[in-house]
Antibody, heavy 120, light 107 residues
Framework: QVKLLQSGAALVKPGASVKMSCKAS????????VSWVKQSHGKSLEWIGE????????NFNEKFKGKATLTVDKSTSTAYMELSRLTSEDSAIYYC?????????????WGQGVMVTVSS | DIQMTQSPSSMSVSLGDTVTITCRAS??????VNWFQQKPGKSPRRMIY???NLADGVPSRFSGSRSGSDYSLTISSLESEDVADYHC?????????FGAGTKLELK
């Protein structure tokens, strides 16, 4: 069965960076894009960007360019997102999810989310 | 960016009700709209994909429809397990954009 297992919660200081992981299993990792989604204030969702593990190609929401860096390790079927220069506005839950180009499997499976708290 | 204007933001409902939530796209997004259910402390769950297709394992009381740039999620005969937040998503154009969400609450 498809699973996306994310790393644990993080408490980080303002100005620092945080790197989180999303380990995929139950499907061919290189056949699907991995997207990252931010949820602030317990309600609204924002798409950050996506990476295609097979090639490393990425697409970003302009709002998150310079904030988020996406990478993958194909050998462990793991996607990573690093957020830099953190502020209180980055405190949120971050999800990974997968998608395909045809739309049939668009965001059909999600990780459990990583809560990031930015505080001194 | 394409705006997905979701309404209502919250709704007070009773068990057995038929509930309809709508998202209006600011420009044409074709069939590329998904609907998600989210319960407190949980990840979003895909309910509808490509505007009208029921996702695997989703009860048949859920349905999706499209009329022009308006996309709707309808829950027929609401059950207690359906009380949750609902989100729409367009993925026709980058950046993918979500509606602001709808919170269903029991009367």
């Amino acid at each position: 069965q498809v699973k996306l297992l994310q790393s644990g919660a993080a408490l980080v200081k303002p100005g620092a960076s945080v790197k989180m992981s999303c380990k995929a299993s139950g499907y061919t990792f290189t056949d699907y894009w991995v997207s990252w989604v931010k949820q602030s204030h317990g309600k609204s969702l924002e798409w950050i960007g996506e990476i295609y593990p097979n090639s490393g190609a990425t697409n970003f929401n302009e709002k998150f360019k310079g904030k988020a860096t996406l990478t993958v390790d194909k050998s462990t079927s793991t996607a990573y997102m690093e957020l830099s220069r953190l502020t209180s506005e980055d405190s949120a839950i971050y999800y990974c999810t997968r998608s395909d180009t045809m739309g049939t499997h668009y965001f059909d499976y999600w990780g459990q989310g990583v809560m990031v708290t930015v505080s001194s | 960016d394409i705006q997905m204007t979701q309404s209502p933001s919250s709704m007070s409902v009773s068990l057995g009700d038929t509930v309809t939530i709508t998202c209006r796209a600011s420009q044409d997004v074709g069939i590329y709209v998904n609907w998600f259910q989210q319960k407190p402390g949980k990840s979003p769950r895909r309910m509808i994909y490509r505007a009208t297709n029921l996702a695997d394992g989703v009860p048949s009381r859920f349905s999706g429809s499209r009329s022009g740039s308006d996309y709707s999620l309808t829950i027929s005969s609401l059950e207690s397990e359906d009380v949750a937040d609902y989100h729409c998503l367009q993925y026709d154009e980058y950046p993918n954009t979500f509606g602001a969400g709808t919170k269903l609450e029991l009367k």
